[in-house]
Structures are given as structure tokens and as C-alpha cells.
């Protein structure tokens, strides 16, 4: 009984170990959940179904609103809001709507960080039927950068995610 104690214990230190040394590597951890504005709106106001319908970013309009566990999101139609309504786990983008690269990213020497980057709502990949969102600007696309080895990248960042807030 003891030993299973002792076993139990030196497994329990471990995993701690991994999360604090995962935690403690993760820039801006700090960051709220989910990627909204001042005004609790997601995605900049693009439509999050019209990612999955037609595969396009477009913005949504503040006529056809729906707040959800209190993030606003916009939509082109009522029809649309309505698809979201029905099933909002089906439209929501992974990782809190953060850069899934920057999620999963290596640290590397240059400077560069796993974090919470913000993203480019126009720059998107459905992988499984799940939205994952990137940072592009200033001549950097991340998800160039993720799709050159898009399987380790994607494990990575839902370890990390999983790692970080007890949920992929």
C-alpha cells in the first residue's frame, strides 16, 4: 500500500512538473480564454458559420446578433444565427480563437514563443470539421508556416491547450 502511494505520488509530481514547465514556457498565458475585443465581440464581427457553409470569412452584422456565455457574435443572415443557436460547440474556433500555430508553436532561439497570439479572422483552416484560426500580418502567415508540418503542429498546440486549461 505504501509503494502504491509512493508510486502514486512520484507520478502525480511529474505531470505537475510538465504543466508548470508547459505553463511557464507559454507567453501571455495570462490572456482571457477566449480572443475577444473590449466589447466581448469574437472573430472582429466575421460570421463564425460561414466558415463551415461556404468556407469564406465574411463579416456578420450587428442586425443578426447572438451572444453566447457572454461573447458577441455576428452573423450575414438569420439563418445563419439560427444554425449557431442550434449548436454553437459545432462553430466555435479552437484554442479560444487564438493563432492555433502560436498555441503549438516550439520556442526557438529567435525569440519566438508558444502563446495566445491574436489572429487574422480572413486567414483559417477547417481541419475535422473544427475552425482554426492564424496570425498573418506584417509578412508573417502562420498558417503557412503551421501547414509544413500541420499533424505535430495541431498535436502540440491541443496538448498544450489541454495542458493549460483542462480542455482540448
Not at 507559454?26 to 460570421?47: H, I, M, T
Not at 458559420?49 to 465574411?58: D, L, M, P, Q, S
Not at 456565455?69 to 442550434?86: C, P, W
Not at 475552425?131 to 498544450?160: I, M, P, S, T
Amino acid at each position: 500500500m505504501k509503494r502504491t502511494y509512493s508510486i502514486l505520488a512520484a507520478a502525480l509530481i511529474a505531470v505537475l512538473g510538465y504543466a508548470q514547465e508547459n505553463a511557464e514556457n507559454f507567453v501571455n498565458g495570462a490572456a482571457p480564454f477566449y480572443n475577444v475585443d473590449k466589447d466581448s465581440l469574437a472573430l472582429d464581427g466575421f460570421d463564425p458559420t460561414e466558415y463551415f457553409i461556404n468556407n469564406r470569412a465574411i463579416l456578420g452584422s450587428m442586425e443578426h446578433q447572438y451572444e453566447h456565455k457572454g461573447i458577441i457574435y455576428h452573423f450575414v443572415s438569420k439563418k445563419n444565427k439560427s444554425l449557431f443557436k442550434e449548436n454553437p460547440e459545432k462553430y466555435l474556433p479552437e484554442f479560444g480563437g487564438y493563432c492555433a500555430y502560436g498555441i503549438g508553436m516550439l520556442s526557438s532561439a529567435g525569440g519566438g514563443s508558444p502563446g495566445k497570439y491574436p489572429v487574422n479572422p480572413k486567414t483559417f483552416k477547417i481541419i475535422d470539421n473544427k475552425l482554426y484560426l492564424f496570425y498573418d500580418d506584417k509578412g508573417y502567415n502562420f498558417l503557412n508556416v503551421w501547414e509544413k508540418d500541420e499533424l505535430q503542429n495541431l498535436k502540440r498546440a491541443h496538448q498544450r491547450w489541454k495542458t493549460l486549461y483542462g480542455v482540448n
